[in-house]
């Protein structure tokens, strides 16, 4: 059973291009939130989604950055024009439906760190 | 909102034993978890308290006082593998975690 799937790993990009992070979670689970982890700090919340919606974005920059996760396929953080304040560590969780007894847990993927030079 | 505070680092030796506290002010409280994170690595799961007391797993136990808005992880019998970053986070009401900043735990030999 995979875990939390993030690619890629590692992603280095000048001023000024895109940036997409993929996240598939793990099988059976709908839930997917992105965090962004700055070096010596915490998570940061960044956004929340199911399959086709966005449930809480109040983490997320307004501008350049933005987030799905479609029906098929996997979830995408997506920064345009990146700037070098965006380098960073960007983790992708996933938790079972909520109607599930759970806990509350998220199961996190290893992470896909941007670097712009 | 949620406003979660814990050290920034602790250091110990090898074989003793380590708590790093955690207090929190949510507006309504949904358990409140422990991960722990190696450096360049995903964050994973240590310990879930919802019921006010101790929890203890193994050479880890979480503590949890809910009218104190206070939670302690203690690290027993510390090993070197223990060096790590550990984070305390809470759960709002949509169900996502807000994380504190985490407490670097360094471990001497």
């Known amino acids: 059973n995979a875990g939390v799937m993030q690619n890629p790993r590692h992603l280095v990009r000048r001023r000024g291009q895109e940036a997409r992070l993929r996240c598939s979670p793990m099988?059976?689970?709908?839930?997917v939130y992105w965090y962004r982890q700055l070096p010596e700090e915490g998570l940061k919340f960044m956004v929340y989604?199911?399959?086709?919606?966005?449930?809480?974005e109040s983490g997320m920059p307004k501008e350049r950055f933005s987030a799905e996760f479609p029906k098929e396929g996997p979830s995408i953080l997506r920064i345009q024009q990146v700037v070098r304040g965006d380098s960073a560590a960007y983790f992708c969780?996933?938790?079972?439906?909520?109607?599930?007894?759970?806990?509350?847990?998220?199961?996190f993927g290893e992470g896909s760190r941007l670097t712009v030079l | 909102g949620q406003n979660i505070d814990q050290p920034t680092e602790m250091t110990a030796t090898e074989g003793a034993i380590v708590q790093i506290n955690c207090t929190y002010q949510?507006?309504?409280?949904?358990?409140l978890f422990w991960y722990q994170q190696h450096a360049g690595e995903a964050p994973t799961f240590l310990s879930y308290?919802?019921?006010?007391g101790l929890e203890e797993k193994g050479r880890f136990s979480s503590f949890l006082s809910r009218s104190k808005g206070y939670s302690y992880l203690l690290l027993k019998e510390l090993q070197m593998k223990d060096s790590a970053s550990y984070l305390c986070?809470?759960?709002?009401?949509?169900?996502?975690?807000?994380f504190g900043a985490g407490t670097q735990v360094v471990v001497t030999p």
């Open positions: 949510t507006s309504g409280f949904n358990g």
């Open positions: 099988k059976g689970h709908s839930h």
């Open positions: 989604l199911q399959k086709e919606n966005i449930i809480d």
């Open positions: 308290n919802v019921l006010d």
């Open positions: 986070a809470v759960p709002d009401s949509w169900g996502k975690l807000q």
């Open positions: 969780a996933s938790s079972p439906p909520l109607e599930e007894v759970n806990t509350g847990e998220l199961f």
